[in-house]
């Protein structure tokens, strides 16, 4: 039996799951309402505060599908509730970030300055000019959109030089030396 997938998804006052047909489920929060088609093989049960997630036979597929269809309901109560963050940190001489509207734009030691909007259900804040925080209810969008801000610059080994999130250790390189 999958340790994930029997575990029961607790669900806070405040917060109303429901399961429709082909196991399309809503979930509805104080800070807004995701929605997604797990598989349809998955039997999800709601039971007073709590949703079950159950599989019907011991295949290679139902058992793998198992703990990853109760983790992404999890994901979802989590994220109506408190939401996600990323924090980005932006390491250099001259590289800031700056924002706009809906605009984040990053100079980065390019020849021009990289503009990104944010997607939508999703939003950017910046602390000083070197710390940026992707903030949404969505787990899936919040890391995508902090993993295609990275990409512009990722760190590289030599200096840190680039954009990288807070949690990151970057493996530093040593040099070259010069001739004796």
Do not use: C, W
């Amino acid at each position: 039996m999958s340790r994930i997938g029997k575990m029961p998804i607790a669900v806070p006052a405040g917060v109303t799951v429901e399961i429709a047909e082909n196991n399309k489920v809503t979930v509805k929060g104080p800070k807004g309402t995701l929605e997604r088609v797990l598989p349809a093989e998955m039997v999800i049960t709601k039971e007073g505060s709590e949703v079950f997630v159950s599989r019907p036979n011991d295949l290679k597929k139902m058992r793998s599908l198992h703990g990853l269809t109760r983790t992404l309901i999890n994901n979802m109560v989590i994220g109506v509730t408190d939401g996600y963050q990323k924090i980005l940190e932006i390491n250099g001489v001259g590289y800031r970030a700056a924002k706009a509207g809906k605009d984040l734009t990053l100079t980065l030691g390019y020849s021009h300055p990289v503009v990104m909007v944010d997607p939508e259900g999703v939003t950017t804040e910046l602390e000083g000019q070197n710390k940026i925080f992707v903030k949404g209810i969505d787990k899936e969008k919040v890391g995508q959109y902090a993993a295609e801000i990275r990409a512009k610059r990722a760190p590289e080994p030599y200096k840190g030089k680039g954009i990288k999130y807070s949690d990151e250790v970057i493996r530093r390189k040593v040099g070259k030396t010069g001739k004796k």
